[in-house]
Structure formats: C-alpha cells, structure tokens
C-alpha cells in the first residue's frame, strides 16, 4: 500500500478511536493535499482533518496549505448539527402525527462517532409500514418540506425524496429498503419482513428514535454496502458504519444469522473481507463485537476489496467512467442469478433495457415504447461526459466493469 493510503487509513482509525495522529515524519504540501482531497471524495473530511491538524508534521505548514480544508471541514460539521437538529424535531412531529417510521443508517450510524457530527450524511433514510405513505407525507409536510421530484407516482414508488427550502435537511422515506424491481438485489426485502416487529429505540441527543433491531440493522448495513458494490462500489465510510456498529451492538447481534442471510446472497466473503479490513486498518474489535469462530473461520482476501473501495469514493463516484462501469457490473450480476453469462457489455451499457431507465426516465414506466428516446438522449449525455482524451472514456468504463466482474468472482458473488 502506497504512504497515501496508509495515512488516510492512519487518520480514519485515529479518529474512529476519539485521538490524533503523533506523525513526526514532514509531508509536502501536496501530500498534505492529496491526504485531503482522498478524505474529501470518501466523504470523511471533518474526521481526517480533526485527525491530523494539530500533529507534529502538521506544524510549521504554510496557512494556506490547510486553510481550505479546515474551512470545509468545519463548514461541513456545522451543516452537518443544524441538519441533525432538524431531523430530530422531524421526528418527534412525526410521532406526534402518529406516523411510526423506523430510521436507518445516516443518525444511527453517526451517534456511533466519538463526535458524531464529523460524520456528515447527504440525507436521513426512514422506513415506514405499509399503507402509512399518505399519513407520512401530510406530516412531513405539513413541517415543510416538498417531494424533491413532485411529478412522481409517489403512491407506486418504493422511495420518495423530500427536501425543506432554506434548510439543508434532505429525506429519503422508504416503503421498502430496496426497489423490489432490482432483479440484482431486489429479493433482499424479504429478509426485513417483519422488521418492525423486532424494532429498537436508541436515544440520540435526548430523543427517542425507533430504528431497526440490532440483526436487522448490521445485515441492512451490509446489504448496502453489498448494493452500491454491485454498482460502482462504495467508499471506506460504509465500512467504518459496519465496524462501529459491530464494535457497538455485537453482543446483540445474531451472528449465525447474519451468516446465513450472507450465505443466501453470496456475501459472505464480502462481509468477511470488509470486517478483516476494519480489523487490520481501523478499530473493528473482535472480542468487543462478539466475533464467533465460524466467521474468524472463514479465509478471504481483504487487499483487493480494499483496493476497490479506496480507488471508487463514496458510493463509487470518483469519476464518470467508474460511475457508468454499473452498468457492466449489473449485467453481469443479474445474468449471473439467471445461469447466464453476460454478454455485449459495450451494448448493455449504452443500451440498458426500460426497467434500468426507468429511474431516470420515469416516463417510460406508462410509456415503455419510447426506449428509442431514452437511448437517444442517453447517448448525447453520455458523450458528453465521457470525452474523447479525458480521463473519463467509455473504454476505460468498460476496463473498470470488466475488472469489478472478475473482483466479484473473486468474492464468490457471481459464480
């Protein structure tokens, strides 16, 4: 591993554990900025720069080297208190209104932190039972906010985005966890039957919170992390989620069961791969997390995932073509769970069937005769961002979903 990795991963685990780094060794400006501009696309830069700032190495820098990070990083925790703040009074005007939602992932997640709000989250995710949409969105709003794409079927979507003007609070409220249409991981909801059956309440910043049980929840946390790797892959802030909460709740979780739901899903190396790496570079702790012997049991390879993640940002976004490599690594999948290969990546990638476009071209749920229209569009915008001698080719999307392919492989997830 080059020295920039090791001292991203250095810093991240120094702030997992509430400390700062003691480097003594200087770093050049650039370093400083590459360091940064890497926590930056992770999506970790409060934690990284509250890390690092006051180390020796760090000392005698030109202002200017830091000055910018300092400011978004404290930019960025200052968002982060005020859309938490909002998000709690949601909550409580939610269960005033009667509505019964569960939260997920982003608050729950980010009370783990020694300093929760240097964990920014673009949104909060909540879960509501079925036949309370109607109930849900006259309360939220009634608080103020407005469905971010109002000219959806919101009745038949599986996910409604909302916002709040003048507030940088954003929701994601689901009626399920993952669109049951994804023939790659749509059968997942099936394992959350029943989930609000087995809910918890966890007190954050004084207010009562239902969320997911403890099993459901890390096996959720896994889940999407498994989604986004299918896609263009995830950054190394998933897995500080999945360490912490292990770290956390271990004792509560249903191991056995986790590994079972794994098995099911061809994910057990991949959760194996991801918990040996928060074990090796951040602060997974076996012994504090329950860790059972038939999951120590289990022999993977963590350097390739970890290279992955690193390489891909938060949720794979580094760059267009890693972005448009999905497309590859879908097929692929979704041939795999049929007993197919895949095949024509080039073809599948620009030419994705209705139901994949579906999202972005709504119009094609009540019209799917306008496919021609869609690809047509598609085509133009994506020429348009992946220019001829630019980083950003479609032949190196179709280099890097080729590569994912063979990763996955590698993981036991496509067979």
């Excluded at 039972?129 to 407005?146: D, K, N, R």
Aim: hydrophobic fraction near 40%; glycine fraction near 6%.
């Amino acid at each position: 591993m080059d020295r920039l990795n090791q001292s991203f991963l250095d810093a991240l685990k120094a702030a997992l554990c509430n400390q700062n780094v003691d480097w003594e060794s200087p770093l050049s400006p650039q370093e400083w900025r590459s360091l940064f501009q890497l926590a930056r696309i992770h999506s970790v830069l409060p934690l990284v720069y509250e890390a690092v700032y006051s180390c020796p190495a760090a000392q005698g820098l030109e202002p200017a080297v830091l000055q910018p990070f300092k400011t978004q990083a404290i930019q960025t925790a200052v968002l982060q208190t005020v859309k938490t703040q909002d998000f709690l009074q949601l909550e409580q005007s939610l269960e005033a209104a009667g509505v019964t939602p569960l939260v997920v992932k982003g608050l729950i997640c980010r009370s783990l932190y020694p300093r929760p709000d240097l964990r920014p989250s673009s949104d909060e995710d909540i879960l509501i039972p079925a036949g309370q949409f109607s109930a849900c969105h006259a309360a939220m709003t009634a608080q103020g906010l407005e469905p971010l794409e109002p000219e959806q079927n919101m009745e038949a979507a599986h996910e409604v985005s909302y916002g709040k003007p003048g507030s940088p609070l954003h929701i994601e409220l689901h009626k399920s966890l993952f669109p049951p249409e994804s023939e790659a991981y749509g059968e997942f909801n099936r394992f959350f039957d029943g989930a609000f059956d087995r809910a918890v309440t966890e007190t954050v910043h004084g207010v009562s919170v239902p969320t997911l049980g403890y099993t459901d929840h890390f096996f959720y946390l896994i889940c999407h992390a498994f989604k986004h790797f299918l896609h263009s892959g995830f950054g190394i802030r998933q897995v500080c989620d999945i360490v912490l909460f292990a770290n956390a709740h271990g004792s509560a979780i249903d191991w056995s069961a986790i590994l079972k739901q794994c098995r099911e899903i061809h994910a057990e190396l991949f959760t194996a791969a991801l918990l040996q790496i928060g074990r090796n570079y951040l602060n997974f702790d076996p012994e504090k997390a329950c860790y059972p012997e038939e999951w120590r049991a289990i022999q993977v390879d963590a350097a390739p995932m970890l290279e992955d993640l690193l390489s891909g940002g938060i949720y794979g976004s580094a760059d267009m073509s890693r972005r448009h490599s999905s497309n590859i690594t879908l097929n692929a999948v979704t041939a795999g769970k049929k007993g197919k290969r895949s095949g024509a990546p080039v073809l599948r990638t620009v030419f994705p069937s209705a139901k994949h476009l579906e999202r972005r071209y709504p119009y094609l749920k009540r019209r799917p005769y306008l496919l021609p229209a869609a690809w047509i569009d598609r085509i133009f915008h994506y020429g348009k961002e992946l220019k001829s001698g630019s980083s950003n080719r479609a032949s190196d999307a179709i280099q890097i979903g080729n590569r994912r392919i063979e990763l996955m492989k590698q993981y036991g997830i496509i067979r």
